[in-house]
T-cell receptor, first 113, second 115 residues
């Protein structure tokens, strides 16, 4: 069935270091992979997304890479700042499921001073 | 403009009661989604509307759950005979259309607690 696995579940980095979060998906025909950031008690917000016809996308300190052969995609945050502390969710849209998203279980990122 | 709004923000009810959760999508968005988020988990898909019709309700856990969107805008998620296991944050999202790669914008959620 449709499944997205996400690792690690928690990640602690020092301010200024990089953070990497990895996800794998089950359906090789998936075509869209968004990443959401959710601060405590708040709504998930899209921070970056990538389509299946692209291998990498970057937006300032955030980048996402996609390896379709291995069926995994990763979020990279460089020069982390305390305000990056939040829970990050990856998601995938599986072909044939219209626009519904299947989410990973989340990564709690803590950026320490 | 205004984002997705949901009411109430919190709902406490007793086991066996009926509840309704409301979602106001972004104006002009034709696609509307309901997700459920349990503690420490990612959002889990429940149902999706394109316009007034439910295009995919495969995520509804059982027949106690039902959702409507009669005029293609506001949607109501209805839960009958609530159970303690229904306790979660219910998130609503909307997007411009269901097609393409349109971003899903989430509401703040309704935290449902079933005692």
């Amino acid at each position: 069935g449709e499944n997205v696995e996400q690792h690690p579940s928690t990640l602690s980095v020092q301010e200024g270091d990089s953070a990497v979060i990895k996800c794998t998906y089950s359906d090789s025909a998936s075509n869209y992979f968004p990443w959401y950031k959710q601060e405590l008690g708040k709504r998930p917000q899209l921070i970056i997304d990538i389509r299946s016809n692209v291998g990498e996308k970057k937006d300032q300190r955030i980048a996402v890479t996609l390896n379709k052969t291995a069926k995994h995609f990763s979020l990279h945050i460089t020069e982390t700042q305390p305000e990056d502390s939040a829970v990050y969710f990856c998601a995938a849209r599986f072909t044939g499921t219209a626009s519904k998203l299947t989410f990973g279980t989340g990564t709690r990122l803590q950026v320490t001073l | 403009g205004a984002g997705v709004s949901q009411t109430p923000s919190n709902k406490v009810t007793e086991k066996g009661k009926y509840v309704e959760l409301r979602c106001d999508p972004i104006s002009g968005h034709t696609a509307l989604y309901w997700y459920r988020q349990s503690l420490g988990q990612g959002p889990e898909f429940l149902i999706y509307f394109q316009g007034t019709g439910a295009a995919d309700d495969s995520g509804l856990p059982n027949d106690r759950f039902f959702a409507v969107r009669p005029e293609g805008s506001v949607s109501t998620l209805k839960i009958q005979r609530t159970e303690r296991g229904d306790s979660a944050v219910y998130l609503c999202a909307s997007s411009l259309t269901h097609a393409g790669y349109n971003e899903q914008f989430f509401g703040p959620g309704t935290r449902l607690t079933v005692l």
